[in-house]
Each structure stands twice: as structure tokens, then as C-alpha cells.
């Protein structure tokens, strides 16, 4: 089944404590991103990446990392986490191959992230 | 700026009323805007986009580049329309790159 798939769904951590939230995709897509989702704020991209060692920040990077050494791999990396990271994520892909042409993201399920 | 701007946070028509879901822009270059939904407890998914001129679940949206508007409408609400909509926008030669979304709409269709 084509799908996107992210862990830890959900995620309790402590202020300072480094975390990886991973997301892999098996539909073979270059394009990949990370979004968070705040009440009244919507969706905001923080970093995405068009294909292998490619990547670029979104609105919002600040406290982020991302890499992206494997087509399916994109993971999200905390290293110091703070209380304003408290959110949930959501990581996407997509593939300049579709067809017809849709430039349709696919989505993850979402990590729900609590940083005390 | 680039911006995306949905004005109401909450939409609430009965079953058969017009729907209107507002999505005003704000973009230097050529724009790409797309909608997206999410049901209850589904994953976000792409409803339609502007370039594709279609009609998805009898939801329509038309690009207007001189109001910066697009604006989602379907002539006759259904209850399983009841759903999170946002609007999204990305540079029209840019796939794959920043995607800006707005604040989204919560459509609720009452029987």
C-alpha cells in the first residue's frame, strides 16, 4: 500500500532533550516536507526537500533540522525542543512524475508532540 | 508577503445551502493554488487545484488574479462535506518547493 508513514505518533518529552521524529514514504517521490499544525495558525512548512542532499526551509525552520540522505527517508530532528514546539507534525511527499499532473502531496498520519 | 488568507475559521450551512469557502492571496509571481481537506480523522489529502480546472465532490474553485481569490464553492452542501478545508498556494513553476497554506476553515453542514 502506498502510503507515508511517521514515529512515533505521539511524543511527551522534556525541555533540551533531543528528539528524531522519523517519516518514510515507499512511493518512491523526490518531494518531500514537514509541517506543523497550530490552532488558528493552520499549516506552516519547516523545511522541505526535492530530492537526495537537497533541502530548504520553509516559514518556519527556526529549532529545526531536517536531512534527507535516502529517496524514502526525511526525518525531523529537535535538538534542543522547547515548550513553543509543542504541535503536530506532519511530514508529505509528492513526485513531479504524476500523472495526470496534480502536484498532489500525499500526507502522514501526523506526530502529536508535547514538549514540557 | 506571501500569504494565504482564509477570513472565517468557521462556516456552518444547512444540508442543500450554496457554500462558499473564502481564500484571498497575497503573491508576488505567478501563483499555484490548490485545496486541500481533511475529514475527521483522515489525513489531509488534496481536493483539487486551480490549474487542473476540475470539479471534485461538486466543489468548484476559480482563480481570480485581479480580486487574489480563490474562493471554493458548491452549489448544494452535503453533510459528509462537514470537514477542515485549507487553501494553499506555491509559486506556479516551484513544485516541490515552499507550499504556503492559510489558517483554514472548519465547514460544518447541519441536517
Known amino acids: 500500500e502506498a502510503q507515508v508513514t511517521q514515529n512515533p505518533r505521539y511524543l511527551i518529552t522534556v525541555t533540551g532533550k533531543k528528539l528524531t521524529v522519523t517519516c518514510s514514504q515507499n512511493?518512491?517521490?523526490?518531494?518531500m516536507s514537514w509541517y506543523r499544525q497550530d490552532p488558528g495558525l493552520g499549516l506552516r512548512q519547516i523545511y522541505y526537500?526535492?530530492?537526495?542532499?537537497?533541502?530548504d526551509k520553509g516559514d518556519v525552520p527556526e529549532g529545526y533540522k531536517v536531512s534527507r540522505k535516502e529517496k524514502r527517508n526525511f526525518p525531523l530532528i529537535l535538538e534542543s525542543p522547547s515548550p513553543n514546539q509543542t504541535s503536530l507534525y506532519f511530514c508529505?511527499?509528492?513526485?513531479?512524475?504524476?500523472?495526470?499532473?496534480?502536484?498532489?502531496?500525499?500526507f502522514g498520519p501526523g506526530t502529536r508532540l508535547t514538549v514540557l | 508577503a506571501q500569504r494565504v488568507t482564509q477570513p472565517e475559521k468557521l462556516l456552518s450551512v444547512f444540508k442543500g445551502a450554496p457554500v462558499e469557502l473564502k481564500c484571498n492571496y497575497s503573491y508576488s509571481g505567478s501563483p499555484e493554488l490548490f485545496w486541500y481537506v481533511q475529514y475527521s480523522r483522515q489525513r489531509l489529502q488534496l481536493l483539487l487545484r486551480?490549474?487542473s480546472r476540475e470539479s471534485i465532490k461538486g466543489f468548484t474553485a476559480d482563480l481570480n488574479k485581479g480580486e487574489t481569490s480563490f474562493h471554493l464553492k458548491k452549489p448544494f452542501a452535503q453533510e459528509e462535506d462537514s470537514a477542515m478545508y485549507y487553501c494553499?498556494?506555491?509559486?506556479?513553476?516551484?513544485?516541490?518547493?515552499?507550499?504556503?497554506f492559510g489558517q483554514g476553515t472548519e465547514l460544518s453542514v447541519k441536517p
Open positions: 494553499a498556494l506555491r509559486g506556479l513553476y516551484n513544485q516541490g518547493g515552499k507550499l504556503i
Open positions: 486551480h490549474i
Open positions: 526537500s526535492m530530492n537526495v542532499e537537497v533541502t
Open positions: 508529505a511527499s509528492s513526485s513531479p512524475r504524476e500523472r495526470p499532473p496534480r502536484d498532489t502531496q500525499y
Open positions: 512511493m518512491n517521490h523526490e518531494y
